[in-house]
T-cell receptor, first 113, second 114 residues
Framework: GEDVEQSLFLSVREGDSSVINCTYT??????LYWYKQEPGAGLQLLTY?????DMKQDQRLTVLLNKKDKHLSLRIADTQTGDSAIYFC?????????????FGKGTKLSVKP | DTEVTQTPKHLVMGMTNKKSLKCEQH?????MYWYKQKAKKPPELMFV???????INESVPSRFSPECPNSSLLNLHLHALQPEDSALYLC?????????????FGEGSWLTVV
């Protein structure tokens, strides 16, 4: 089955760019998502990318997908203290009947002023 | 409006109590989900409803009983829970349950079993 891996921690200074990396194992994963979870809160969908895309940009967020290496990254430009949260990478298959998301363990982003 | 509303936000219950968690969405989504999230862990799927019918039960103990009264509402009935069931319970929804449909989550209900 699918396995999604992320580094557990990332620390950056305010104003710098943050890059959170994710790898997945199932080459048939066709939809990849980034969710943000602030302390005590639910999951907020940040962005998603389809496997036929290499890049997607949305304001300060840039998602890069290397399908050959099964590597996904989320870049946050001009990182702010409000970006401190846990970021989950998740994958699902178009053909999967469950609509189930396979989550990584989450990357805790700490932004220092 | 991509909003999934969950109530209550916090719930403390004894092991002999019966309580319910509620979830509501008005996006016209026909798939709704319950996830359980323990501290510092990713969410784990519990149940999937598709067109108001239970389509997936991920081997969840019977002390958790889901109910989907209509296409906008999803309940999780709780009875005789154990302290290890304390967790954040997340409701989510999507257009359908097929893979590739973006799943939107609510803010969750924090459950403490004492």
């Amino acid at each position: 089955g699918e396995d999604v891996e992320q580094s557990l921690f990332l620390s950056v200074r305010e104003g710098d760019s943050s890059v959170i990396n994710c790898t997945y194992t199932d080459s048939s994963s066709t939809y990849l998502y980034w969710y943000k979870q602030e302390p005590g809160a639910g999951l907020q969908l940040l962005t998603y990318i389809f496997s036929n895309m290499d890049m997607k940009q949305d304001q300060r967020l840039t998602v890069l997908l290397n399908k050959k290496d099964k590597h996904l990254s989320l870049r946050i430009a001009d990182t702010q203290t409000g970006d401190s949260a846990i970021y989950f990478c998740a994958a699902t298959n178009y053909g999967g009947s469950q609509g189930n998301l396979i989550f990584g363990k989450g990357t805790k982003l700490s932004v220092k002023p | 409006d991509t909003e999934v509303t969950q109530t209550p936000k916090h719930l403390v219950m004894g092991m002999t109590n019966k309580k319910s968690l509620k979830c509501e969405q008005h996006m016209g989504h026909r798939a709704m989900y319950w996830y359980k999230q323990k501290a510092k862990k990713p969410p784990e799927l519990m149940f999937v409803y598709s067109y108001e019918k239970l389509s997936i039960n991920e081997s969840v103990p019977s002390r958790f009983s889901p109910e989907c009264p209509n296409s906008s509402l999803l309940n999780l009935h709780l009875h005789a829970l154990q302290p290890e069931d304390s967790a954040l319970y997340l409701c989510a929804s999507s257009w359908t349950r097929e893979g590739g449909n973006t799943i939107y989550f609510g803010e969750g209900s924090w459950l403490t079993v004492v």
